[in-house]
């Protein structure tokens, strides 16, 4: 089966790092475009960028550079969403999706992980 | 990028058709044919059911069509059924920026 798989929910406090992944099966995820979406509560989605696996070329988009870390290891092969000191204002569900450059959209959709930033 | 502008909320009776916009800029889409739509459902992930403006991954029901006009694109959902009900939310890409809209959450009646 062709899917993504995320990393579990995650509780933080304010000021605390976090690292979460996102794995690909079922079709070559190492020659992939992988794209971070964040969805806050009662919110619409927001692309934060895109990397590819096989070289880690990144993608920002503007509004979310320096705000969180996208990379990836192609020898696993995994992606991931870093950040190195967590706000409240960061409390959402981070999905990872495929970017598909033919049709031009985010064809597959991993399952989310909620990340809760709370004192 | 500002997000693109959707309508909060649509609603339409069994059997029916609605149509749900999708406003942007001039750069928001550039010129390019690339705009795709995503249907989500309470507590799941977003699932593309529209790409370039009009096309539709296999699998998804020819009910759904896109078109775009200028800085304007649209979703129209005809013979609405109750499993259609979820939010709606269009994205755009123009020179390397993926810019979703705000959702629309369609009530079917």
């Known amino acids: 089966e062709v899917q993504l798989v995320q990393s579990g929910p995650e509780v933080k406090e304010p000021g605390e790092s976090l690292k979460i992944s996102c794995n690909g099966s079922g079709y070559d995820f190492a020659t992939s475009w992988i794209g971070w979406v964040r969805q806050k509560p009662g919110k619409g989605l927001e692309c934060l960028g895109i990397i590819y696996i096989g070289d880690s070329d990144t993608r920002y988009s503007p509004p979310f550079q320096g705000q969180a870390n996208i990379s990836a290891d192609k020898s696993i092969p995994t992606a991931y969403l870093q950040w190195s000191s967590l706000k409240a204002s960061d409390t959402a569900v981070y999905y990872c999706a495929r970017w598909q450059r033919g049709p031009n959209a985010f064809d597959l959709w991993g399952q989310g992980t909620m990340v809760t930033v709370s004192s | 990028q500002s997000a693109l502008t959707q309508p909060r909320s649509v609603s339409g009776s069994l059997g029916q058709s609605v149509t749900i916009s999708c406003t942007g800029t001039?750069?928001?889409?550039?010129?390019?044919?690339?705009v795709s739509w995503y249907q989500q459902s309470p507590g799941k992930a977003p699932k593309l059911i529209i790409y370039?403006?009009?096309k539709r991954p296999s699998g998804v029901p020819d009910r759904f069509s896109g078109s775009r006009s200028g800085d304007r694109a649209s979703l129209t959902v005809s013979g609405l059924q109750a499993e259609d009900e979820a939010d709606y939310f269009c994205?755009?890409?123009?020179?390397?920026?993926?810019?979703f809209g705000g959702g629309t959450k369609l009530t079917v009646l």
């Open positions: 001039g750069s928001d889409f550039d010129g390019y044919n690339y």
């Open positions: 370039d403006v009009t």
């Open positions: 994205c755009s890409y123009a020179g390397m920026h993926r810019t």
